[in-house]
């Protein structure tokens, strides 16, 4: 690890000036930062701790919704009343998302700008636009199992970590966000940028910008799952997810909402399937015409070729599973 400086920071604004130095970089719960620090992937010169500024609080909002600090940890998110009760998909899929350790140190912040585990990204002897912009996509050609099917480009086909920020797509979330121009919020779905030729590019974060919330509109009716398919049931990250919301009235969907996960370089929301499933019986014939139209751009590199029938059959499972729940409701 390079040598570096570190401060606290002791309010938002005071940290976001902090963070305007050359090689000044946030740190909170420091999971993911840290491992590539390591790496030598990251090479901050200096860190600005924010994971002690008042933003763990989680708020009720007039309109019925919530707003949950950035500095909140994963797991008091996932264990809170107006979560589970209100916004179960986001607290199943924090809870899929890591181990109870690393749960109660990731911040909500953190875990939305977490860095991608595409292998060869964090191997610095292959070849990585992500890491070294204009040095190729090791991935294109070499072992490919877990990356992107869709919104993927030629620049890099890594995919998106959080399972958390999967179902705050499903749920519409807004992320509040702070720099020296002053506050802005942004949809979560304009949030995170597809690859292109600028892969490195992630999120539309400005230089010194930082996330001090997210805002969780009022809660959509129907029912709610968040459905995760990985190697393994303990700690792994998903091959492929879906954060589905399905309304439905006589057993005809009303509303629905679909976002997969593990697919792309972003959570992927796919209004075609939801323009399928609305105002359709909640039938598996549906489910399966929702799932083709959800994957008919999706493009498999050779050892991800699996995924695209997996996604399918993954959203197929999480739809017949909602529309079980919302019969049994009635």
């Known amino acids: 690890m390079r040598p570096f400086t570190y401060e606290r920071a002791t309010d938002p604004r005071a940290a976001v000036a902090a963070v305007s130095r050359t090689g000044a970089k946030f740190i909170s719960g420091g999971t993911n930062l840290l491992d590539l620090m390591k790496l030598d992937i990251e090479q901050p010169s200096h860190l600005v701790d924010i994971s002690r500024l008042p933003l763990k609080n989680i708020e009720e909002l007039p309109e019925g919704g919530i707003r949950i600090g950035a500095q909140a940890a994963n797991s008091d998110v996932a264990a809170d009343r107006r979560v589970r009760t209100r916004y179960p998909v986001l607290s199943e899929a924090l809870v899929a998302g890591a181990s109870g350790q690393l749960r109660n140190m990731a911040s909500i912040g953190g875990n939305l700008l977490q860095r991608t585990r595409c292998p060869y990204f ?3 002897a292959a070849a990585c636009n992500k890491r070294v912009p204009g040095s190729g996509c090791a991935a294109l050609d070499g072992f490919n199992r877990v990356h992107a099917i869709l919104g993927a480009s030629d620049a890099c086909i890594a995919v998106h970590p959080s399972d958390m920020a999967v179902a705050m797509t499903a749920l519409e979330a807004e992320i509040e966000l702070l720099g020296d121009q002053g506050a802005r919020r942004v949809a979560i779905d304009d949030f995170y940028r597809l690859p292109g030729d600028t892969p490195h590019i992630e999120t539309v974060l400005q230089p010194g910008e930082m996330i001090t919330g997210v805002i969780l ?6 029912r709610q799952g ?6 393994r049931a303990s700690y792994a990250f998903a091959l492929v997810s879906v954060a589905a919301v399905v309304a439905a009235e006589r057993g ?12 792309a370089h972003k959570p992927w929301r796919s209004v075609e399937a939801e323009r399928i499933l609305t105002g359709q019986p909640a039938t598996m014939a549906n489910f399966r015409a929702a799932a083709e139209a959800a994957m008919a751009q999706a493009v498999g590199r050779g050892h991800n070729d699996f995924k695209i029938e997996l996604a399918k059959r993954t959203l197929c499972r999480s739809l017949a599973q909602l ?8």
């Open 323 to 330: 529309a079980g729940e919302l019969r049994r409701q009635l």
């Open 226 to 231: 968040y459905r995760k398919v990985r190697d």
């Open 217 to 222: 509109p009022a809660p959509p009716p129907g």
């Open 122 to 124: 964090y191997d610095t």
């Open 252 to 263: 005809t969907i009303t509303a629905a909402r679909v976002a997969f996960g593990g697919v």
